[in-house]
């Protein structure tokens, strides 16, 4: 068990609000990733980390920003929340050949 | 073209039946092959990973892969009802990923 904590599970949050999502480790993975997941897309990379404070983008990292001060933590933080964000959040480390995703952040913004 | 592509289904079929879940991917120099099952509500969990062309077997499962004609396939023998979920084909180290496949298993 790669012992992956996300949190919140649930926000609501209004249009143009920081919010900041968190993903916790406790297995000492290298590289840590966050997905967003919506219907008809699948699942698609934000951005992703391989080491403390070393990041980089993925395919829809627009509108995201991410930090890693230490190994355990990987911060999403969305500066101003738009309602094209309103998506389901999953954080991934890679172990085992593939990857083990946390339980998600169901993030609605309105 | 997405880079992975599946039927975004739904499939059903018949507890005890053989489930049939395909991706195709556009990148012919991938190396690596991902299978995932999400039920509704959770998070992705592996399934199974193949990087050779051929079969790879798993208890009920199989992955197949056809890297010349760019498919992966998972077979899911003596389907159950709690197979009925979301299946996500991933490709590469880098996890693209296609849409998934929603298969649901009757009774």
């Known amino acids: 068990d790669a012992g992956i904590t996300q949190s919140p599970r649930h926000k609501v949050t209004e249009t143009g609000t920081p919010v900041t999502l968190r993903c916790h480790q406790t297995?000492?993975?290298?590289?840590m990733y966050w997905y967003r997941q919506d219907p008809g897309h699948g699942l698609r990379l934000i951005h992703y980390?391989?080491?403390?404070?070393?990041?980089d983008k993925g395919e829809v990292s627009d509108g995201y920003s991410v930090s890693r001060s230490k190994t355990e933590d990987f911060l999403l933080t969305l500066e101003s929340a738009t309602s094209s964000q309103t998506s389901v959040y999953f954080c991934?480390?890679?172990?085992?050949?593939?990857?083990?995703f946390g339980s998600g952040t169901r993030l609605t913004v309105v | 073209q997405k880079e992975v592509e599946q039927n975004s289904g739904p499939l059903s079929v018949p507890e005890g039946a053989i489930a049939s879940l395909n991706c195709t991917y556009s990148?012919?120099?991938?190396?690596?092959f991902f299978w995932y099952r999400q039920y509704s509500g959770k998070s992705p969990e592996l399934i199974m990973f193949?990087?050779?062309?051929g079969d790879k077997e798993d208890g009920r499962f199989t992955a197949q892969l056809n890297k010349a004609s760019q498919y992966v396939s998972l077979l899911i023998r003596d389907s159950q009802p709690s197979d009925s979920a979301t299946y996500l084909c991933?490709?590469?180290?880098?996890?693209?990923f296609g849409a998934g496949t929603r298969l649901t298993v009757k009774p």
């Open positions: 991934a480390i890679s172990e085992k050949g593939g990857y083990t």
């Open positions: 297995e000492n993975h290298r590289y």
């Open positions: 980390s391989y080491g403390v404070k070393d990041t």
């Open positions: 990148d012919r120099g991938s190396q690596s």
């Open positions: 193949i990087y050779s062309n």
């Open positions: 991933a490709v590469n180290y880098d996890m693209r």
